[in-house]
C-alpha cells in the first residue's frame, strides 16, 4: 500500500500546483467574466424584452396595415378623379371637335357654293364672249371677198398678165429689123 499512499501523495502534490495556478489564473479570469457579464440581461429581463419587442412589432404591423391602406384609398380616390378629369377633358375635347368639323363642313360647303356660283358667272362670261367673238369673225369674214371675187381678181390678174406678155411680144416684132 505503500506504493497506493506514495501515488496518493504525489497526486496531492501536483493537484496543490493545479490549485495554485487556477487560482492565480482562473479565479482573476472568472471575475472579470463576472465583471463584464453583471450588466447583461436576466432571463427574466430577456422575456420582458421579447415581449416588449412582440407587442411593438404589432403596433408596427397595425400602423403600417393601416397607413397602407390610407394610402390605398388615397391612391384610388386620386385615380378616380384624374379618371373622371380625363373623361371630362375627352368629352369637352370630342364636343369642341365636333363643333369645329360642323363649322369647317359648313364653311366648306360655303366656299364650294360659292366657287360654283364664280364658275358658273365665269363660264357664263366667257361663252357669251366667245359668242360675241364668232359674231363678230363671222362678220369680218362676211366682209371679205368671197371666193367667186377672189377667183375672178385671180383670173382677171392672169388674163392681164396674159395680155402684157403679148403687147410685149408684139411690140418686139415692130422693133425687130
Not at 493537484?15 to 471575475?31: E, F, G, S
Not at 375627352?90 to 369647317?104: G, K, P, S, V
Not at 367667186?148 to 408684139?170: D, H, N
Amino acid at each position: 500500500m505503500t506504493d497506493l499512499a506514495e501515488r496518493v501523495g504525489a497526486l496531492e502534490a501536483d493537484m496543490k500546483d493545479v490549485k495554485a495556478v487556477l487560482k492565480d489564473t482562473v479565479v482573476p479570469l472568472l471575475t472579470r467574466m463576472d465583471e463584464r457579464l453583471a450588466h447583461t440581461a436576466t432571463k427574466a429581463e430577456q422575456e420582458a424584452l421579447r415581449g416588449q419587442l412582440a407587442a411593438d412589432q404589432q403596433a408596427l404591423r397595425t400602423d403600417l396595415s393601416n397607413d397602407i391602406a390610407a394610402v390605398r384609398a388615397d391612391l384610388s380616390r386620386d385615380i378616380a378623379d384624374a379618371r373622371n378629369d380625363t373623361n371630362s377633358g375627352i368629352a369637352a375635347l370630342r364636343a369642341d371637335l365636333t363643333t369645329d368639323i360642323a363649322d369647317a363642313r359648313s364653311e366648306s360647303a360655303n366656299g364650294i357654293a360659292a366657287l360654283r356660283a364664280d364658275l358658273s358667272t365665269e363660264i357664263g362670261n366667257v361663252r357669251a364672249d366667245a359668242a360675241s367673238d364668232a359674231a363678230a369673225l363671222r362678220g369680218a369674214i362676211a366682209a371679205l371677198p368671197g371666193r367667186g371675187f377672189v377667183v375672178g381678181t385671180v383670173l382677171a390678174i392672169f388674163a392681164l398678165c396674159a395680155g402684157m406678155v403679148a403687147a410685149t411680144v408684139a411690140s418686139l416684132q415692130y422693133l425687130q429689123p
